[in-house]
């Protein structure tokens, strides 16, 4: 091993044992008062409640940066960081049997190199109403009733890796707020199928916080999101439940069950926004297409022993994205650098790599839950391994990326520490299109610990 890879893997190391030393509550044992939050009940049942919640996840990283990243005009090869991946207060109600709320706020990626003082912001602001049963439910507000697949909407308490599968979230704040828009929905469960379908009003591009690549006035056939005033967004995602079914009362779907659950779902999606994309044409006309998206899953989640509640869970997806010729966006989830030098490659700066684009995305997870109490009152652990590959139209390479890691179960989702890595590739413009380069590729360990109550 070269001698600068066995200095990255020393840091590393030190990095995630001093963090644990502070992230794991030793003797922190599950208790039944956590699987229902802060829950008050009225009118004496159990029908009529509020329900508060709260979840925060803290990282612990170590990255090897994209070649010529900066960090405030400083080149940095590697670096080691911490913050708050995610903080999230939410609060749901029955209001009546047939009326149902749900409110959540929080914020997102606080770390040293983001703006000081960051606010707290609305994710989720939804009233539904059942006209049948659980058959026919309608609502509206701010939602994240999403289409495309089943990790278009996921359920931050319950992933199942350390991150959410980021690359179903295909339009991820940049016309929806983190995943959410405002909206309408229809949604139910007719026997073992499950729908949920919605009609949306995507946020303008021009709004968004992110860089947005604008439309070049040169570049032919290369595709980028439209600043005119965007058009209704329809999407819908459906899934058969062959054994037992879940709950869905809010949008956000489990990575994991732990054992408590036998599951076998095949679904399928799609997303249409009408000329949410546009393109120079050769003639330099600018020429507008739908932004357009089908996809196909099956997720496992099945206890081997209903006792022991060791289990496995399973998901596979295929997603074909449509986004007008060449769409290709890059992106770093919680990215440590903010800047790139003279000797940048086409990935851009920190832990960014080409992550949504026009094409085809298959994208897989796998993981073993031991038995309960494997470690007495220290939980239990769950090794997982997940793997994505997307053939963009833009790239002349696939993109390959590789996540290993444990969760350990020190009670549950309700604390629980993730020890995640994961392997990304690095592209370069070339004479022949834009390759990935298997010399450059690039890795980060990160340390998790959730507490969700």
Do not use: C
């Not at 819908?236 to 037992?244: D, I, P, R, S």
């Amino acid at each position: 091993m070269p001698a600068d890879k066995r200095k990255d893997m020393r840091i590393a190391k030190r990095i995630l044992l001093a963090a644990s030393l502070f992230a794991v509550p030793v003797g922190f044992t599950q208790n039944k008062l956590f699987e229902e939050g802060l829950k008050i009940t009225f009118k004496n049942d159990s029908v009529h409640y509020i329900r508060a919640s709260i979840l925060s996840q803290f990282w612990t990283r170590y990255n090897h940066n994209n070649p010529g990243s900066l960090l405030n005009g400083t080149e940095q090869e590697h670096v080691a960081d911490f913050g708050i991946r995610r903080l999230r207060f939410s609060v749901q109600g029955q209001v009546t049997k047939s009326t149902f709320f749900y409110t959540q706020a929080g914020l997102n990626n606080l770390n040293s190199i983001s703006a000081r003082k960051s606010g707290l912001f609305i994710h989720d602001v939804t009233v539904d109403q059942q006209l049948y049963k659980n058959i026919i439910v309608i609502g509206g507000g701010l939602h994240g009733y999403n289409g495309t697949s089943r990790f278009s909407s996921s359920g931050v308490a319950s992933i199942l890796g350390m991150d959410l599968p980021v690359v179903m979230e295909s339009t991820n704040d940049v016309t929806d707020q983190f995943g959410r828009k405002y909206g309408v929905y229809l949604k139910g469960e007719v026997s073992k199928l499950n729908y949920r379908m919605s009609i949306s009003k995507p946020f303008p591009v021009q709004n968004s916080l992110n860089f947005i690549v604008p439309l070049s006035p040169t570049a032919i056939n290369q595709a980028a999101f439209s600043t005119r005033a965007p058009q209704m967004n329809y999407a819908g995602y459906f899934f058969w439940q062959f054994m037992e079914k879940e709950t869905t009362k809010t949008p956000y779907m489990s990575g994991s069950y732990l054992g408590k659950k036998r599951i076998i779902n095949l679904g399928a999606g799609a997303q249409y926004q009408k000329n949410a994309m546009w393109y120079r044409s050769a003639g330099l006309d600018t020429v507008s297409v739908p932004l357009f998206q089908l996809g196909v899953d099956i997720f496992v989640d099945y206890a081997l022993n209903p006792d022991k509640k060791n289990a496995v869970t399973a998901y596979a997806a295929y997603m074909n994205y449509q986004f007008g010729p060449d769409y290709i966006r890059n992106a770093g989830v919680f990215n440590v650098a903010n800047g790139v030098g003279p000797n940048s490659t086409f990935n851009g700066a920190g832990n960014a790599f080409p992550l949504i684009g026009t094409g085809h995305v298959f994208y897989s997870q796998f993981a073993y839950k031991f038995k309960d109490q494997l470690l007495g009152k220290q939980g239990t652990l769950q090794p997982y391994f997940i793997h994505s590959h997307a053939k963009y139209q833009a790239l002349a390479s696939p993109v390959q990326v590789f996540n290993i890691g444990l969760n350990w179960l020190i009670a549950g989702q309700n604390s629980k520490l993730s020890l995640d890595y994961q392997s990304r590739p690095v592209f370069n413009q070339t004479a022949t299109g834009i390759l990935a380069d298997p010399s450059l590729r690039r890795g980060q360990v990160v340390l998790q610990y959730q507490l969700s109550i």
